[in-house]
């Protein structure tokens, strides 16, 4: 009964067992899958591309190209702003650099003893002074004197360097650095020492050379009782470079046996010389170059001597001028104190055609001083000084001629 019993417990426990192993090996229900594994996982793909697609893909990616085009279209122009900004920053560093801080030095003005050069004078202070805010003044002076004025920083501007006529002083002090060359103003020029009426040749038309002052029929013409008889020629003035240069012709020509030298003590005591004897239709010989007044104004006839070489100026000097070559110097020191100054120099044209204008109203002006004529030229030729300045300058220097301004570093005449 017992053993019975035990076997049909055995057989439960048998089936049981086998129901366990069997449960074990079975595959997963499908419900389980599905919410493990399908489920979740699908839930997850979908969101994920949803996010990628639309967030990313869609609508940022679309915005970020539409931006780049319009940046692309911006470029130029922003680049061109950047440069120009770099470039302007660039200048005013330089000018920055060049132009030295605190107040304007003075700049001082060699004042040439004739009219061309105290006209450009005067120009030039008003626009130094109103245009540029430096303060300037004169010194009045012969040419060899101012020179070496300009050479020791006595003065700082000369506008009027007349060549051949100072060749040999210029180049030495060219060549040690003592000066600078910035420009020319008025241009070519002619001068000669044996300059007569026209009126007196057609008087006498075979008085037409040098060579011909050696016969005493025209001698006679020109003789004073103070020259006896040799004729007198009124040279160039005491300290102008043209004072031995004339000497050395005369004495190359072989004529200091037939005429007597005068040298008057400046060029308005040269041109009343002149005009006197115009007037008079007596005759005169003597120095004239062509910007001076009375060659501007009065019909004068230059003798005929040989032309000029280098060979014969550094030998005999038996040859005529050269046409002048007219420079604008300044003292070295001075482009790196008034950078802006010299720029106005470097553009400077006040040339031959222009000073002709003037001199034709001041002889329409007699009351007119040199002061008085550099206002009305300043008034009157806007356009023609305004291409040497800059525009502040130019506004600066049309307000003052509207205000009536002298300049005040002009000197009492």
Known sequence: MFTKYRLLALAMVMALVAAIAIMACSPAEPQVITERVEVPVTQVVEREVEKVVTEQVEVPVTQIVEREVEVEKEVPVEVTRV?????????EKIVEVMAPEGPKETIIFGDLNWSSALLQNRIAQYIVEKGYGYPTDVKFGATLPLFQGLQNGDTHVTMEIWLPNQNEAWNAAREEGAVLSVGQSLGKDWQSAFVIPAYLQEEYPDLDSVEDLKDQQYKDLFKTAETGDKARLVSCIIGWACEGVNAKQIEGYGLNDHVHIVNPGDGAALNADLYGAYERGEPWLGYQWGT?????KLDLVRLEEPPYSAECEYTTFACGYPDATILIAVYPDLPARAPGVVEMLRN????????????????????ADVKATAIWWLNNNADVWGNWVTDDAAAAIQAALSAGEEADGWPTE
């Open 348 to 367: 400077w044209d006040f040339n031959i055609d222009i000073y002709k204008a003037v001199v034709r109203w001041q002889d329409a002006n007699p009351d």
């Open 292 to 296: 001076n007044d009375p060659a501007l």
């Open 83 to 91: 440069v120009t900004e770099e470039v302007v920053k660039e200048v």
